[in-house]
């Protein structure tokens, strides 16, 4: 059973930067798509960004591009996401999540469709906060 951890959240001004990390153990991540959700106090949990497993292609939040940065080292076992010209608005829980393996190689699976419904991944991390604020 894959077990996935989340680190780097903190508290950053305005315009600031933060890496976030998501770490597996139990399965090799490198055999998984991995994406990036957020929840804000009081608010629905949303996709940010997603990677596919060979890191060939990449998915982003229209709130996050041009400012946010998805990438994976699978020899780490570990995908990142840089945060930069951050806003009081990136304020949230930040969560990585990965689908099922079963589903995601299965036979017209069409995963760039798919990348941010939160019922896709069957396995998430415990979350890290960040805090944009001045």
């Known amino acids: 059973q894959m077990q996935l951890a989340e680190s780097g959240g903190g508290l950053v001004q305005p315009g600031g930067s933060l890496r976030l990390s998501c770490a597996a153990s139990?399965?090799?991540?490198?055999?998984?798509?991995v994406g990036w959700f957020r929840q804000a106090t009081g608010e629905e949990r949303e996709a940010v960004s997603s990677?596919?497993?060979?890191?060939?292609?990449?998915y982003y939040a229209d709130s996050v591009k041009g400012r946010f940065t998805i990438s994976r080292d699978n020899a780490k076992n570990t995908v990142y996401l840089q945060m930069n010209n951050m806003k009081p608005e990136d304020t949230a829980v930040y969560y990585c999540?990965?689908?099922?393996?079963?589903?995601?190689?299965?036979?017209?699976?069409?995963?760039?469709?798919?990348?941010?419904?939160?019922?896709?991944?069957?396995?998430w991390g415990q979350g890290t906060q960040v805090t944009v604020s001045s």
């Open positions: 990677i596919t497993s060979s890191g060939s292609s990449t």
């Open positions: 139990g399965s090799t991540l490198g055999l998984y798509a």
């Open positions: 999540a990965a689908p099922s393996l079963v589903r995601y190689y299965s036979s017209g699976y069409r995963y760039p469709a798919l990348w941010n419904q939160e019922r896709e991944y069957e396995y």
